[in-house]
């Protein structure tokens, strides 16, 4: 998969995406990366890429030109054009695996006030949010996402690991788990979990699971019913 960012802060994206899985599947040439910077495409001599609203109010926005210039260049047929905003849909897991199975990706991540209300009519097949919160800027929704969508890509992942995201327990929240030494600091480790028992401890972690959920998620409990 390809995946292009158009951003106006292209150094914020050196580091996160340079370590550990996504590194490695980049190099295998799994997902291809490349960050753009929105400034290279205003051509005015002070490089500009955002505006005054008009009607007025607070702050500046996201100008058309240089973002239709940068997508007409980066994007081809199958290219799936995402927004980066508090207005989005919310980002989750199901939309991470519908990513993973699209063609390839162009993250627009906004600034400002937010974008031209034409670059969401003419330019976007979605726009997403990571989250109720406000940011500073959509560099850091658009590595979640990027994150998200890359560790699902077919041979990202060790076989161990993937076929972990299919188990029994995916929906609900972790069950506690515990490694030596069997008692710390007077602590003990529950006493099933050292009996051998396999299905006893099956079914301990299976509850254990569906009351940490009830309690603390009780929403995810009831999108699995
Ligand atoms: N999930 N931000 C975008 C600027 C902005 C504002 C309005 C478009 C419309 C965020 C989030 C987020 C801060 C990124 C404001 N762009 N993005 N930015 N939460 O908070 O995605």
């Known amino acids: 998969m390809k ?4 951003t106006l802060f292209a150094g914020m994206f050196a580091g996160p995406l340079d370590e550990s899985i996504i590194r490695r599947a980049r190099d295998a040439g799994l997902l291809k990366l490349a960050i753009h910077n929105l400034r290279d495409y205003a051509h005015d001599r002070h490089k500009t890429v955002d505006d005054k609203p008009f009607g007025g109010g607070p702050g500046m926005l996201l100008k058309p030109e240089p973002i239709f210039e940068a997508v007409e260049k980066l994007a081809g047929e199958k290219t799936r054009v995402i927004l980066l905003s508090p207005s989005g849909r919310k980002f989750n897991q199901s939309i ?3 990513l ?3 063609g390839d990706l162009l ?7 937010g974008f031209d209300e034409r670059i ?3 330019l976007a ?7 109720d919160y406000v940011l500073t800027n959509g560099a850091l929704p658009a590595m979640v996402v990027i994150d998200a969508v890359t560790r699902l890509l077919p041979g990202v992942l060790g076989d161990d690991q993937s076929s972990q995201e299919e188990s029994f327990s995916e929906g609900l929240l972790e069950y506690p788990q515990y490694t030596r030494p ?12 050292l009996s051998g028992n396999h299905a006893e401890i099956a079914r301990w972690r299976a509850e254990q699971a ?3 959920t009830q309690e603390r998620r009780p929403d995810l409990i009831r999108k699995t019913e």
């Open 3 to 6: 995946i292009d960012v158009l």
């Open 96 to 98: 991470a695996r519908e």
């Open 100 to 102: 993973a199975e699209a």
């Open 107 to 113: 993250l627009i991540t906004g600034h400002y006030e």
């Open 120 to 122: 969401r009519q003419e």
């Open 125 to 131: 097949d979605d726009e997403l949010s990571i989250g």
């Open 182 to 193: 069997a008692e710390f600091r007077g602590m003990k480790v529950p006493e099933v979990l």
């Open 210 to 212: 569906r009351v940490r």
